[in-house]
């Protein structure tokens, strides 16, 4: 079955015509929705397979996994999951696996754990899967610690996607010293673990040796180099160097808008206006469209989608009540508003809203107006979580006792008492 739209539509058309459908042809149908992304549709051709009572197998489970390996389809995920366990079906390494990684990216780290823990038998996937979840959670030290355990099994053969599992654990911990030590064992490192190894030494402020590194890899005009390097400059408020990569970035791309609204905000940061309104012409004239930030949350099995400023939800007014009393509630327990200090990483929508009007405020918002007490808030954002939000969010989780989780590009934020899983470097 080929991949293209067009021929998708086709084999669901002959799919749809067919008199009887076996487990390969339902199979099939799922895998072609899923490679498409069409996740929604290969959920309901699941559900509809098993009310014709054809039991699925570990290739068609393993099929379906990847749809519910986001945020707001996590409960399919756990149905399914509980699925197998009543009907007896093979839950092997492959199908183990293939749950564990749906855990992870849906945000549910302790539930992919536990999968890891009740394995019999681990193969390589196993380890790297739950190295790179631990990391992608801000437990970085538990993935390094994991990888320790995983180098005992003279079995297990370390290939380029473990190592790069761990280089990302060395990254979220700040291990500088075991970073380069596993960076050394890599017989042919690739781009992927030379930007790890960059992100790893910005983080920590090794700038000379950030330099240093790239020279020797001969890899500067490597845009994801530059990201990587862009995110130490943010973290350590490296401002000038900040802007010479900008600059470099819409040298190497003139057509991603994302780079001169990196650039916009710089000079916004330094109130030189006149050219942020050049800038802003030039986006124009160039017919480029910089990205739109949007977050969504999950509730009573409907996904609430919110743009920034967004007021066009039912309970709009409720949503922004909430955050303009938490904003108070802060303020008057002695602690400061949050920093209006937008970094490299944001959107231009975003820095000329005001705070309350960020499209993951709404969402978090939404969430604790409508959930019991104690309920975890669990949001998605589609780009990194400004340092304003951020700070916010650590606010609200210890105001409201309630442990919140933001899933941005890089990573999963979990907020609780005040504090970030991330460590405030993200």
């Known amino acids: 079955m080929r991949e293209s739209r067009q021929s998708l539509e086709e084999a669901r058309s002959l799919f749809d015509a067919m008199p009887s459908r076996d487990l390969i042809s339902w199979t099939e149908m799922i895998q072609g929705h899923v490679k498409n992304g069409g996740y929604n549709e290969a959920l309901k051709l699941f559900r509809l397979m098993t009310k014709a009572r054809i039991k699925p197998d570990s290739l068609t489970v393993t099929s379906i996994l990847p749809a519910c390996a986001r945020v707001p389809a996590h409960k399919q995920g756990k149905e399914l999951h509980a699925y197998l366990f009543r009907n007896g079906i093979d839950m092997n390494p492959t199908v183990q696996n293939a749950f564990m990684d749906m855990y992870v990216k849906s945000g549910f780290i302790e539930l992919a754990s536990n999968v890891f823990t009740s394995m019999v038998e681990r193969d390589i ?9 631990y990391s992608l959670h801000g437990q970085g030290a538990q993935g390094l ?18 190592y790069a599992a761990v280089l990302h654990a060395c990254v979220t911990a700040c291990r500088v010293d075991v970073g380069m030590s596993y960076f050394d064992r890599i017989k042919a490192p690739t781009v992927t673990h030379c930007v790890l190894m960059i992100a790893l030494l910005a983080r920590a402020g090794l700038f000379n040796d950030t330099r240093t590194f790239i020279k020797e890899h001969q890899i500067e005009n490597k845009v994801e180099v530059l990201r990587a390097l862009l995110d130490g400059c943010r973290i350590h408020q490296q401002v000038t160097m900040g802007k010479r990569i900008v600059e470099q970035l819409c040298e190497l791309e003139p057509l991603n808008a994302e780079n001169y609204v990196l650039l916009s905000n710089w000079y916004a940061e ?18 480029l469209k910089p990205k ?14 919110f743009g920034t400023g967004d007021v066009s939800h ?25 920093s209006s200090i937008f970094s490299f990483h944001d959107v ?3 820095r000329e ?14 969430g604790l107006i409508s959930t019991r007490e104690r309920t975890t808030v669990r949001v998605t954002k ?16 210890k105001i409201v006792r309630r442990e919140i989780i933001i899933k941005d590009p890089n990573c999963f934020h979990h907020f609780k008492n005040g504090h970030c899983s991330c460590g405030d470097l993200w």
Request: with cysteine; aromatic share 8%.
């Open 125 to 133: 996937i196993s380890w790297t899967i739950m190295i790179l979840g």
């Open 145 to 162: 610690g994991l990888f320790l355990e995983m180098e005992q099994d003279p079995s297990l053969e370390i290939d380029e996607f473990t």
């Open 270 to 287: 330094n109130a030189k206006w006149d050219m942020v309104d050049k800038l802003k012409t030039t986006i124009k004239d160039m017919g």
């Open 292 to 305: 739109r930030a949007y977050s969504w949350i999950e509730f009573r099995n409907k996904v609430h989608v």
């Open 314 to 338: 039912p309970r709009s007014e409720m949503i922004h009540w909430k955050l303009q009393h938490l904003m108070k509630k802060m303020e008057e327990g002695g602690g400061d508003r949050p």
């Open 348 to 350: 231009d929508e975003e």
């Open 353 to 366: 809203c005001i705070l309350i009007g960020h499209c993951e405020m709404l969402a978090i918002s939404f």
């Open 382 to 397: 589609n780009l990194r979580v400004c340092g304003s939000c951020h700070d916010f969010t650590k606010a609200i989780s």
